[in-house]
């Protein structure tokens, strides 16, 4: 079965970047969408944005000036880049399998979630 | 952006009871064309990742008790716990996934009476 496993920084510091990484194992890249959601404290699950194993992505449109995905297909695992970060970027960062329907996608399975903090 | 919204935000049922958590749209998520609602329903418990309970509004994943059961079409949408357990103590989330981007409820917490 296909598991998910969040990898990074604990801490990033205000205007730096945040990057993350995704090692997917159980299920190749290809075919899903691959996503990464997250959920500040106290707060609801917010979508970042997925990538398809060819390399195209879809961001959020609240995000998407500062987000940057990649998908490496030979180590199976896909990261998360977040530019200029302030603290309202502190939060649980899941990745997750993305399944396409229509225009979007819905999400199986998560991954354990890492948290990240935003602090100098 | 569909806007999701729940009610109640918490929910407090007697063990064995039956829960009922709701979610509208801001505009229908359903499709006339295939006769498919594109909704999926999350279990988000502490220290956990959220799981995938339901999609296309009715259909159990695989490994879901069927004690949970999903239902509704167009903007209104309900998620049934037909005898509720401890281990369903958790925060349920709704999801649709009509129209980019993928918009989530902000949840209904769920509790022991």
């Known amino acids: 079965q296909v598991q998910l496993q969040e990898s990074g920084p604990g801490v990033v510091k205000p205007s730096e970047t945040l990057s993350l990484t995704c090692s997917v194992s159980?299920?190749?890249?290809?075919?899903?969408?691959w996503s990464w959601i997250r959920q500040p404290p106290g707060k609801g699950l917010e979508w970042i944005g997925y990538i398809y194993y060819s390399g195209s992505a879809s961001y959020s449109p609240s995000l998407k000036s500062r987000v940057t995905m990649s998908v490496d297909t030979s180590k199976n695992h896909f990261s998360l880049e977040l530019k200029s970060v302030t603290a309202a970027d502190t939060a649980v960062y899941y990745c997750?399998?993305?399944?396409?329907?229509?225009?979007?996608?819905?999400?199986?399975?998560w991954g354990q979630g890492t948290q990240v903090t935003v602090s100098s | 952006d569909i806007v999701m919204t729940q009610s109640p935000d918490s929910l407090a049922v007697s063990l064995g009871e039956r829960a009922t958590l709701n979610c509208k749209s801001s505009q229908s998520v359903s499709s006339s064309s295939n006769n498919k609602t594109f909704l999926a329903w999350y279990q988000h418990k502490p220290g956990q990742p959220p799981k995938l309970l339901i999609y296309?509004?009715?259909t159990r994943e695989s490994g879901v008790p069927d004690r949970f059961s999903g239902s509704g079409s167009g903007t209104d949408f309900t998620l049934t716990i037909s005898s509720l357990q401890a281990e369903d103590v958790a925060v349920y989330y709704c999801q649709q996934y009509y129209s980019s981007p993928p918009t989530f409820g902000q949840g209904t917490k769920v509790e022991i009476k």
């Open positions: 296309w509004a009715s």
């Open positions: 159980g299920d190749p890249l290809s075919t899903y969408y």
């Open positions: 997750a399998r993305g399944i396409a329907a229509n225009a979007t996608v819905w999400f199986a399975p």
